[in-house]
């Protein structure tokens, strides 16, 4: 069975993927995300297909190597199709600035123009323009049935301060704000509930309407939290007014609970979700904390509780992972990766990743915080954050070693689409076990449904007895993801799972 089923995978995998040429394409994000129905992938165009000859984890275009550009990112649209990754989430594409920064590239968020592309991602041996290039990028995936969102970063860089100072906050020395510890940006005005800036809304108002005519199906607010819910509510409507499928993603949530700056306001997700926001991002990523079943019941129950508060319908990314997140494989290995897989898969929300999850990357770079000859910026070191994927240099294409993840990665989204029935109108149940370090819950819809069952314990061994609830014997028991097939007797499982082991049983 285990052969055939490992075939099978194989053929999914190596399966041609062709675009459609002759695609008319009409935006239905904001739909597919409401419904659940979008498995994202965050990827940053600067290392999405650029090539490390010499493997220090760095470009270095004087060796030959080639950076991570809109059109050779094209080339791996398809691979994405296969492993059932139907929204990009595309990190910010803005240019970067170069005073005071991080990295020899300058960090994605560090924007220095709201108005034009970053020339990072220009291919100079093409006789398209940056912004043709870009089109052509969205176009290629729009042509897969994959939905593109781009970043819109939170702050400014040292060098928009120099040239635009009216559009951030300033101390009484009169000096730029830095927000947090963000050495490389500084604080944007966003005026209060009461009055807008209109500075810095019109140069956000020209980003929106920028990215709409590129084809881009929707904007993740980077931390959305530090603007006013007026500034958000008539930004979202100008966006609305063009395209009424135009999602709006908010990176907030539900434990974030303070300003990035003294001099900063603070917005909580309820109120961007009031303003206009589709989602925000559910406290998932907090998984690598839990150690007792009830921890994510909690989560789950609390955060599908949220999203039905609203008279318009809201939803959430399945945040177990981020880009402000260590990578799963160096914080617990292969199995909280595996997990986080089908987590995604088996609730009522929208799976994501970051590039490089599918196969394990653990985000190192040989080079990391290294000295170098040759940088872009002020800055001569090439900055990174341990265990998370590179925002502040020419850096290498995200790639594990864990190839068992792909096809979990492809399995499990395949899943997702066929039960998202069960998932978004069932009944959520978790489930009581007497052993803590063991979850189990279910979903429960029109005589189906999805147990999910899980080992916290990513050490050791664990075993449970999980009763079934509203179990009809009988049942049609499918092994959905399983190593051994537990035995049902009078509506119980006895299991026993391996360290950070999860399981998934569908009944009908």
Not at 5 to 16: D, T
Not at 461 to 490: D, F, L, Q, R, W
């Amino acid at each position: 069975m285990k052969k055939i089923l490992l075939i099978f995978i194989s053929l999914i995998l190596s399966s041609a993927v062709y675009a459609d040429d002759n695609v008319v394409w009409k935006n239905d994000l904001r739909t597919k995300f409401l419904n659940n129905e979008t498995v994202i992938m965050e990827v940053n165009i600067r290392s999405m297909n650029s090539k490390d000859i010499d493997g220090d984890g760095f470009i270095q275009e004087d060796k030959g190597e080639i950076r991570g550009t809109f059109l050779n990112a094209i080339e791996r649209l398809d691979e994405l199709k296969r492993l059932g990754v139907n929204t990009l989430h595309v990190l910010p594409i803005t240019p970067t600035g170069k005073l005071k920064a991080l990295g020899t590239a300058g960090s994605l968020y560090s924007t220095a123009d709201f108005s034009s592309l970053n020339p990072d991602m220009y291919d100079k041996n093409s006789d398209l323009t940056l912004e043709q290039q870009a089109k052509k990028f969205i176009e290629e995936a729009h042509k897969r049935n994959i939905r593109v969102i781009v970043d819109v970063p939170a702050c400014g860089s040292y060098d928009l301060f120099l040239q635009r100072p009216d559009l951030f906050v300033q101390n009484t020395n009169g000096e730029p704000v830095l927000p947090s510890d963000w050495t490389d940006v500084r604080l944007l005005a966003t005026g209060t509930e009461e009055k807008v800036d209109t500075n810095v809304y019109s140069l956000y108002k020209s980003f929106v309407k920028y990215m709409i005519s590129l084809g881009v199906d929707g904007i993740r607010a980077d931390v959305a939290h530090s603007k006013t819910a007026l500034f958000w509510k008539e930004l979202i409507e100008y966006s609305r007014k063009k395209d009424p499928e135009f999602m709006w993603l908010a990176e907030s949530s539900e434990n974030w609970h303070d300003a990035i700056s003294p001099y900063a306001v603070f917005t909580p997700y309820y109120k961007l979700l009031d303003a206009g926001f589709d989602g925000y991002y559910g406290s998932f990523f907090d998984l690598k904390d839990w150690k007792e079943a009830k921890d994510l019941y909690n989560q789950i129950a609390f955060t599908l509780g949220e999203t039905k508060k609203f008279s318009q319908a809201k939803s959430v990314i399945g945040s177990f992972t981020t880009h402000d997140e260590v990578s799963p494989i160096i914080l617990k290995g292969e199995a909280l990766s595996n997990m986080m897989i089908w987590l995604n898969a088996t609730l009522p929300v929208n799976s994501y990743f970051v590039d490089g999850f599918q196969t394990g990357d653990d985000y190192t770079y040989k080079m990391s915080n290294h000295h170098t000859k040759t940088t872009n910026t002020d800055d001569d070191i090439y900055f990174t954050h341990r265990g998370k994927i590179d925002i502040f240099n020419l850096s290498r294409k995200p790639e594990g070693k864990y190839q068992n993840l792909k096809h979990e990665f492809v399995m499990a989204n395949d899943l997702k689409q066929r039960i998202l029935p069960v998932l978004n109108n069932g009944t959520f149940t978790p489930i009581k076990i007497k052993n803590s370090n063991v979850f189990a819950y279910c979903f429960d819809y029109n005589k189906q449904k999805v147990l999910t069952i899980g080992n916290l314990n990513f050490h050791g061994i664990e075993k449970a007895t999980i009763k079934i609830p509203n179990y009809i014997k009988g049942s049609n028991i499918i092994p959905a993801k399983i190593s051994v097939m537990p035995a049902v007797k009078s509506g119980k499982i006895n299991i026993t799972l391996n360290a950070g082991e999860i399981v998934v049983l569908l009944f009908k």
